[in-house]
């Protein structure tokens, strides 16, 4: 049973910066491509980047140049750096384990997320 556990979520002012981390359990990640994922209040959950094994990214247009995506597979951990946080990027980000290269298909495993807060 694959089970993931987001964290590092918090409240920031609009150009910080926050890296969250998700734990994974119940799958070799080195086997998968992974992504994280946010949903905004009022919105459905979007696709925000996703890092393929050989190592290539794809991201949403709003976050290229300010989000990466990395991971540590001998300790099955998923990270997504975010720098120069802007309001609109205020959302409970989820971390997927299974995912094709451009996250449009995703497993059905999620966590609980973690809340990200930008305000002034």
């Known amino acids: 049973q694959v089970q993931l556990v987001e964290s590092g979520g918090g409240s920031v002012q609009p150009g910080g910066s926050l890296r969250l981390s998700c734990a994974a359990s119940?799958?070799?990640?080195?086997?998968?491509?992974v992504g994280w994922f946010r949903q905004a209040p009022g919105k459905e959950r979007e696709r925000v980047i996703c890092?393929?094994?050989?190592?290539?990214?794809w991201s949403e247009d709003s976050v290229k140049g300010r989000f990466t995506v990395s991971r540590d597979n001998a300790k099955s951990l998923l990270y997504l750096q975010m720098n120069n946080l802007q309001p609109e990027d205020t959302a409970v980000y989820y971390c997927?384990?299974?995912?094709?290269?451009?996250?449009?298909?995703?497993?059905?495993?999620w966590g609980q997320g973690t809340r990200v807060t930008v305000s002034s």
């Open positions: 997927n384990a299974d995912v094709n290269v451009d996250g449009t298909y995703y497993s059905n495993d």
């Open positions: 119940g799958i070799t990640l080195d086997n998968y491509a």
């Open positions: 890092g393929s094994r050989d190592g290539s990214t």
